[in-house]
């Protein structure tokens, strides 16, 4: 079992910057491949990025490539999502996952946060 906090979420202007933190507990931290994933009103959620265990290897989304970067402190047991140059288009509630990776891809397990608002303005 591992418990995951979502935070960093608010609102910013198109082209601004953010970045969520998300603090996990339980479980060792190490173990699990983490992801970030969104979901906008009215959408499904969607994956967005993911990093393995050690941090060695991360993935992202089309959407975000370029513009969000994905790390973690295993040593802090938190994963972070830096978001640059935000567009409208990413306005969403963001979530962090526990999970494994394989082959590159990324496997979501039931491990979710409780999300955190992201609201870009035009």
Do not use: H
């Not at 601004?16 to 959620?45: E, I």
């Not at 990093?51 to 994905?70: E, H, L, M, P, Y």
Request: hydrophobic content about 30%; overall charge positive.
């Amino acid at each position: 079992q591992v418990q995951l906090v979502e935070s960093g979420g608010g609102l910013v202007q198109a082209g601004g910057s953010l970045r969520l933190s998300c603090a996990a507990s339980g479980s060792a931290f190490s173990v699990y491949a983490m992801a970030w994933y969104r979901q906008a009103p009215g959408k499904q959620r969607e994956w967005v990025a993911a990093i393995s265990r050690g941090g060695g290897s991360t993935n992202s989304a089309d959407s975000v490539k370029g513009r969000f970067t994905i790390s973690r402190d295993n040593g802090k047991n938190t994963v972070y999502l830096q978001m640059n140059s935000l567009k409208p288009e990413d306005t969403a509630v963001y979530y962090c996952n526990a999970g494994r990776y394989a082959s590159n891809n990324y496997y979501a397990y039931d491990y979710w946060g409780q999300g955190t608002q992201v609201t870009v303005s035009s």
